[in-house]
């Protein structure tokens, strides 16, 4: 992408006020995005981005630059401002170490290339989700079926050394439903994503996604109110996982634990979690949504426990907060884009699988709510609060799911809920999403088996 | 290459292999963000960036495709992906707005700005967290503290002449706080956005934030049920931004609007108007032509409570037989063109936030709510979200609630404001316009606290 000699200079240019450590971010990625809406194409998109980042460390001290202006004259100039940043001791290294290209281990197999596959042919896998979806129930008024696929291709390299390329391709079909009775008007949503070329599109089981979409839709609006008040909750698996990975795995990044903004810093080796609780980020599985080969600061993926039977054993950490708390890097840094200097995020998170069925579960369950599909929300970083809301939701009583209830959302803390976890099933499930942090928007696995809190605070319509 | 170049030789190609229409927008962008933590800078980033996009007409259909590349082969990049797009599009085709029009002629860009230096805004954050710290002993930490200095361009080439261009600039700043008392932990934030480095009030920051922190410790439970509710600006702002695409026509004509056949008709309580204006001094969406190149005009979207009109573009005014309102808007250039409003708000009236809650003989302030993008349905209009906010009996603030939710509908709550405040406030966080309210005295909603 750009040659390793004007690369070398610019590592160079960025050291010259005394900067111990400079990296260079090329990025060139090729998205499409395509939208189903009414029955028809509505939306054909495609487009190319570039760019280049530039980031100077300083001790703790970090300046970061970015630029299309790809010319050499742009790039040392973008170095220079960002090193004029650095308030100067010359005191760090002044020469960078040769580039050496390093290879890359492929973990994440890709078999159609999405520049490979005609947009005839994803439409028509659209198609197929929207006639599914319109099928289900005259109630269905509205079927949007949205397809993004994208190639990235990274360059990384830094003043220690490192050079080393990569090429990540993500595919992903969400599939919005809305039924209707004329009055009111709810929302079903899926939207399965992977580390994938087209194969992955191709392969989709439709028959699933786009019916539970329209099925979740078509149930939410025969649904009561939900009801306020502090209740066992039940949390089904694959997305489920949201809310753990916003009101604990957040506070697991290094980015929260350098600066004690964290309820677990300084906390290894002690108990956070109940003991049924093994928590995991693991960049490595393979083709998942968060996947990656090496971060965004060229350092391999890996497998990272977090918890373990309820301890803390780790964190994920980036090289500027490694310095910070003394720590080496996880292989956890990571950047929407170029326009982003990287920081320590989630690439696949899960609670690992326990022992319960999801039946035997329920049937314990007095009185409850069961959040089958979760939705999104978020979560206060200094206080851990967070909030959420159930996409479909049932009232368990006796042992048993008795009704739909809509609009409910949870709310609590997530150094408390997590302690609270007093069920976990073994059906382990992963679901994709979207996080977003001061890195950016990045493509991330949530997951978990059904688990089950023993006290949550409902939010309903229904005081 | 630059711009013009990109522009003559793309307009020049475009023709050649088939293009009937033609339009190129872009934008530029340059910025310096500066954060602060515990006395030393945390965040120093520069940005100098641009894209570009066409948009043109091919065989009768639209064709998109954007690069942030260019170089001696983004014109065939940009032709090859417009044209395979617009092969498969099924839309009806969007026009080009090739008339010659006036617009107003006011400069959004404040050349000020471009003076502040970067030490200016570094001793300014080092100030208001020194200030913050030594406020009151329960603060515990800034936990951010940021400032950043954005200027941007935009622009817009037809084929046929057209040549519009806009540059604005604002500077933002951003603090947070965490506040402790025993055990309890509260956060507070604050922001302001402006064009006038020197407005900025170190003093006034700092007793806003420590003071909104301080005023949520010593939380107590309330008993559950529907409260008349004061909604404070800022969350009223963030309420009416998580419906706004109601009001566009492309959400009614796509049947996800609830606001559909209800131009002409009440929608909300006789004392509300909601204004769309693009030419307020300070506002982040402020712009002489919308994203087609239509000159933009202040408008009164509800009069009175009555829905005047939707938000139209070229398009979705061409298939309701009207006059576009000037909203077509772009995300950016990577998206299409769609609807969004500019600076719009629920107009002020002259009650203050005091004399807002002082008549409840029982109720609950709203001061901030949570979840928008989660616990809200924009289509349905129904909420369910936590919520931040007071108790208040006789009149009087008697203390911050525990973890509340609140739940209802936004056309209700549209029906039931009973009085509006004097104290109009935006939204930082909106993504579809620049969205602001007073605060809003609302009849009822449903209300748990722990």
Known sequence: MLNKALIEDVLQAALETGGDFSEVFVEDRYTNHMVLQNSRLEKNLSGRDFGVGIRVFHGLQSVYAYTNDFSRAGLLKAARTAAKAIQGKKDGKTTIIPLLKESVTMLHPIKIMPTEAAKSRKLAVMRNANDIIRNYDPEIVQAIVNLIDEEQNVLIANSEGKFVEDQRVRSRMSMVSIASDGADMQTGFYGPGAYQGFEFIENLDLNHYAKESARIAKTMLHADPAPSGKFPVIIDNEFGGVIFHEACGHSLEASSVAKNASVFANKIGEKVASDLVTYIDDGTLENEWGSLNIDDEGEKSRKNVLIEDGILKGYMIDKLNGRRMGMESTGSSRRQSYRFAPTSRMTNTYIAPGKSTPEEIIADTEFGIYAKYMGGGSVNPGTGDFNFAINEAYLVKNGKIEKPLRGATLIGNGAKTILDIDRVGNNLGHGAGMCGASSGSLPVNVGQPMVRVSEITVGGKEA | ?450
Do not use: C, W
């Open chain 2, 1 to 450: 290459m630059s711009i013009e170049q990109l522009k003559e030789r793309l307009f020049a190609e475009g023709k050649n292999v088939g293009f009937t229409d033609l339009e190129l927008y872009y934008e530029k962008k340059e910025s310096l963000t500066i954060g602060l933590y515990e006395g030393e800078v945390d965040k120093y980033d520069f940005s100098d960036v641009q894209g570009a996009s066409v948009r043109g007409l091919y065989n009768g259909k639209t064709g998109y495709a954007y690069t942030e590349k260019f170089d001696e082969d983004s014109v065939e990049f940009l032709l090859k992906n417009a044209v395979e797009n617009a092969e498969l599009i099924e839309n009806e085709p969007e026009e080009l707005f090739t008339e010659k029009a006036e617009y107003e002629e006011i400069q959004f860009y404040s050349p000020e700005l471009d003076t502040v230096k970067p030490e200016e805004m570094i001793q300014f954050l080092k100030q208001v967290e020194e200030k913050i710290l030594s406020y009151d002993p329960r603060v515990k930490k800034v936990t951010t503290s940021q400032m950043q200095n954005q200027k941007f361009e935009k622009g817009l080439f037809h084929d046929k002449g057209l040549e519009l261009k806009e540059a604005n600039n604002f500077l933002l700043f951003y603090v947070s706080i965490l506040v402790q008392e025993n055990d309890e932990l509260k956060s507070g934030f604050t922001f302001r956005i402006t064009k006038d480095f020197k407005e900025l009030d170190a003093d006034a920051i700092v007793k806003e934030v420590v003071e909104q922190g301080l005023s949520m410790l010593g939380e107590r439970n309330y008993p559950n049920k529907n409260y008349p509710v004061v909604l404070k600006n800022e969350a009223a702002a963030s309420l009416l931004s998580t419906f706004t695409s109601s009001f566009s026509a492309q959400a009614v004509q796509d049947n996800r609007s609830r606001l559909k056949g209800k131009v002409g008709e009440k929608i909300a309580s006789d004392i509300v108007n909601l204004v769309d204006n693009p030419f307020l001094p300070a506002g982040i969406q402020s712009a002489t032509f919308d994203s087609e190149g239509v000159p933009t005009r202040k408008l009164n979207i509800v009069e009175e409570g009555n829905l005047q009109t939707y938000f139209h573009n070229l398009k979705t005014a061409k298939k309701d037989g009207v006059d576009t309102t000037g909203h077509a808007h772009r995300g950016s250039y990577r998206g299409s063109v769609e609807v969004s409003p500019s600076n719009f708000y629920i107009e002020p009236a002259d009650q203050s936030y005091e004399q807002l809650y002082e008549g409840l003989e029982e109720g609950i302030i709203i001061t901030g709510l949570a979840g928008l993008h989660s616990g809200a349905d924009p289509i349905s209009g129904d909420f369910s979200l936590a919520a931040d906010g007071y108790y208040v009996k006789n009149g009087k603030i008697v203390g911050p609630t525990k973890q509340m939710t609140v739940a209802g509908n936004f056309f209700e709550v549209l029906q039931d404001i009973e009085e509006i405040g004097s104290d109009l406030t935006f939204s930082p966080m909106s993504f579809n316009g620049y969205i602001g309210s007073p605060t809003l005295k609302i009849k009822g909603l449903a209300v748990t606290v722990d």
